[in-house]
């Protein structure tokens, strides 16, 4: 099978489109690379759901914690001390034992245009089960870093902006807020990198895989059984990990030459190599 | 097995000094009656009963070790232990990357088991199997709509909850399981014969080994010995040689 | 272990449960948790070497040290930490029992990779195959640890590089102003205040590391989740306590031990951060 013949069948096998069944012998480089690269966009919108939510919830939780009141800020700490303090598989496994006993109903969500119906048995589907669980996740780790960045605000900053007469709102939008996020980024991109690679657990060891739809690393799985060789596939996987995590990476670069822009650069000390060598 | 091979290198620099290595015996240790751990925390069960018997037969000295089922091909082949006897089909895939001794186990059949008293059409139906077993790919042959569980546990579980309306597995491993459900499963539909019967995994490279061990099965076979066991491990219904 | 456990199936109840627990199998379990313990331990020391390491060389004035660095840190942490433990430790084996194969044997001629099979002499093994099973188990922690040791200690040197570059450079300048050397000011002032900026992101690493311990499994290093799972799934009457699908009660203690595991690290981290944090004019 040529490589154009395996993208057509397998590009979008993750999602239902495609070759039913999946290459079984005379597997090839390209069936590897394609289907490999077709499951990870499971991958990517598992991440990308989960942290856009989760830094929005995170935020929160991190407020209720440093600033909230009691009724907010013990149940955002029981929260988090649950979501970090268990394993990401006991959640899914625990998530899933509980989605699968929800009876099964449809929940009309009336949308003013139409009705869109929505079924609790979708949670047990991997697609939304476990998305929540990731965006629960992350919200818990997030919400830590947050709240040790939100306690390692300089004073001297909220002084000056007490001086200026700002409060409430203003203060926290142009002092508390780029302040915390300034100190919680580089923790906060570890976070993000871990999550996204957490989605490889998804149906590893969380959710069944429905009609062989999966993400990566269910292929890559797929082909280290049936070629005996786990050389070739979990390679091609890492490959696609590092890629994405490269541009989330790049990504959080960006936003945090952003956050620091006003920081005094520090001396650069050039390099010589004769200073090293008479030392 | 590089031992055997590497023998022949050996005695000529230091002869007499080829003391027979022990043989590293590989299993998975959560398939049974096959080979599981007991509670005494050993393996045990038909496979590890055959497999003490093979070594005593062919006076080698055997040790047991368990692997992730997943990884239980590359280990061997790597070299990390010379065997697997874990309730492993012969198939031709399989055949094309390591090698197998003569079956000790005939072909069994895979069958279907869903919740008492459904009327379940298997064509149309939801299936759950373990991810990747020959079971997965037979389902997804088959047309029907599959899911993957990383347990046979779980495949099991998902019918119970209505998750699937189906499971299909090895149907040795499913039979105890209706047995003792008290009427809540029961076997639907025709067993489906997939795979090969089970034989020893070896390298390839390991020919000599391959042929003591086929030396010890069949002279099991021949005295009736494996009959025996197969009757005493998997109760009335088991095949014989 | 208890004389009426004789014979499990005859007797009920707590007596019943007394033995259930009791038996070889669960005690493998307990000790399990001293595996995970002992990995814990083991793996910290190199992940805080490999760290430290990652963020001096990608501070370096040296180009190629800062090429290093961020390669380092940049591939490693691309990859899943179980994507990386599927393959790796099968490399890291082979690789070594390769060049074990070139120096102690010099004289077996003929190819290592044989079609699929990997052969190597009998001396290079590793670790030797007469070796009794507990030095097998020894060298695959080993392994392990160092796979630890690789991932983590580029997550830890990322965040370590981030804490460095924290620190308000008045901090530095001032110190610099007071004439110490470039030695000085790091180890005096840059280092200690380091730390208030990097705790957070160390302790979310080290509750990472605890919960990135079921992934042993996958080196055949029978760990305290794999117990869990084998204990906790339906036993059929083959077994002397036979017993339906009991593992979301297994699960729940695991879920028990890590809670307290993180409860008490945590504990331990607020001790550090509030001595990090000594004399820091932070918000709180």
């Not at chain 1, 936003?255 to 390099?271: D, I």
């Not at chain 2, 076979?221 to 088991?238: C, I, P, R, S």
């Not at chain 3, 030797?128 to 640890?145: D, I, K």
Request: glycine share 8%.
């Amino acid at each position: 099978m040529s490589c154009a013949e395996s993208f057509s069948s397998y590009a979008f096998r993750s999602i239902g489109f495609g070759e039913r069944l999946l290459p079984k012998s005379d597997i090839t480089l390209c069936d590897q690379i394609i289907l490999i690269g077709s499951g990870m966009m499971w991958n990517v919108y598992f991440a990308v759901v989960a942290i856009l939510f989760g830094f929005v919830f995170a935020t929160m939780l991190a407020f209720a914690r440093v600033n909230g009141p009691a009724y907010l800020r013990l149940p955002a700490d029981f929260f988090v001390f649950v979501f970090r303090g268990s394993p990401l598989f006991i959640q899914f496994f625990f998530a899933y034992e509980l989605f699968v006993q929800l009876p099964r109903v449809g929940v009309e969500i009336p949308l003013g245009f139409a009705t869109l119906t929505a079924s609790t048995s979708w949670l047990t589907k991997a697609w939304l089960g476990a998305t929540v669980v990731l965006f629960l996740n992350t919200s818990a780790y997030s919400a830590e870093i947050f709240t040790g960045a939100l306690k390692s605000i300089p004073r001297g900053d909220i002084e000056a902006a007490d001086a200026f007469g700002m409060a409430g709102f203003k203060k926290f939008r142009r002092i508390v807020f780029p302040t915390m996020l300034r100190l919680a980024w580089p923790s906060y991109s570890n976070e993000a990198i871990f999550l996204f690679h957490s989605t490889a657990l998804v149906f590893f060891s969380g959710f069944p895989a429905w009609r062989r739809e999966a993400d990566g690393l269910y292929y890559a799985s797929y082909f280290a059984e049936a070629t005996f060789n786990p050389f070739v596939p979990y390679p091609i996987i890492a490959v696609y990990f590092v890629f994405f995590t490269l541009l989330i990476v790049g990504f959080f670069g960006l936003v945090s030459k952003r956050l620091n822009r006003h920081m005094a650069e520090a001396p650069k000390v050039k390099f010589r190599l004769g200073s090293m060598l008479t030392r | 097995m590089k031992k055997l091979v590497l023998a022949a290198a050996l005695s000529a620099l230091a002869a007499g000094t080829a003391v027979a290595d022990p043989i590293r015996m590989g299993t998975e240790g959560a398939y049974p009656p096959y080979n599981f751990i007991n509670d005494a925390g050993e393996v045990d069960g038909f496979e590890r009963e055959l497999g003490d018997e093979i070594c005593k037969r062919a006076e080698l000295e055997c040790t047991w070790v368990t692997n992730d089922w997943d990884s239980i091909i590359p280990n061997l082949v790597s070299g990390n232990y010379d065997t697997i006897i874990a309730g492993m089909s012969v198939t031709p895939e399989r055949d094309e990357v390591i090698d197998f001794s003569n079956e000790y186990y005939p072909p069994s059949p895979s069958a279907f088991v869903g919740a008492a008293g459904m009327d379940v059409d298997l064509s149309g139906a939801i299936i759950a199997a373990q991810t990747n077993t020959i079971q997965a790919g037979h389902v997804s042959e088959m047309g029907a709509t599959l899911v993957e569980f990383a347990t046979p546990d779980e495949t099991v579980a998902a019918v119970r909850n209505g998750e699937a309306d189906a499971v299909l597995a090895d149907k040795d491993y499913l039979a105890p399981i209706v047995a003792e459900s008290n009427g809540m499963l029961e076997f639907i539909g025709e067993d489906v014969a997939i795979g090969g019967g089970i034989g020893i995994g070896l390298r390839e490279s390991d020919t000599e080994l391959k042929a003591t061990l086929n030396k010890a099965i069949d002279s099991m076979k021949a005295d009736g010995t494996l009959n025996t066991m197969l009757a005493k491990w998997f109760e009335g219904d088991a095949p014989q040689w | 272990m208890f004389e009426f456990c004789a014979d499990p199936k005859a007797i009920e109840g707590l007596k019943w449960l007394s033995c259930y627990l009791t038996t070889p199998k669960h005690a493998a379990m307990y000790y399990s948790i001293l595996t995970v313990l002992a990995l814990l331990a083991a793996a910290v020391p190199p992940i805080l070497f490999l760290g430290f390491a990652g963020a001096l060389a990608r501070r370096s004035g040296f180009a190629p040290f800062r090429w290093i660095g961020l390669g380092y840190t940049s591939i490693v942490r691309g990859v899943p930490d179980i994507v990386f433990f599927l393959f790796f430790p099968i490399a890291l084996d082979q690789a070594v029992e390769v060049l074990r194969h070139k120096v102690k044997c010099p004289e077996v001629v003929g190819p290592i990779y044989q079609g699929n099979d990997f052969v190597v002499c009998q001396a290079a093994k590793m670790p030797l195959g007469p070796s009794p099973q507990w030095m097998h188990e020894a060298w695959g922690f080993t392994l392990a640890v160092i796979t630890f040791a690789i991932v983590f200690g580029a997550f830890t040197a990322n965040t370590l590089h981030g804490a460095l570059a924290a620190v308000p450079k008045g901090q530095l300048e001032t110190a610099r102003a007071f004439g110490m050397t470039e030695r000085q000011t790091f180890w005096r002032v840059h280092m200690p205040q380091m730390w208030v900026y990097a705790l957070p992101g160390l302790s979310n690493l080290w509750m990472i590391l605890i919960k990135a311990t079921p992934l042993l499994f996958l080196l055949g290093i029978k760990d305290i989740v794999y117990w869990a799972k084998e204990l906790g799934g339906m036993k059929t009457q083959a077994y002397s306590y036979p017993h339906p699908d009991w593992r979301i009660w297994y699960f729940a203690a695991l879920m028990v031990f890590y809670l307290l595991l993180t409860w008490i690290s945590q504990r331990v981290f607020d001790r550090v951060f509030a001595r990090a944090s000594r004399g820091m004019a932070v918000a709180k």
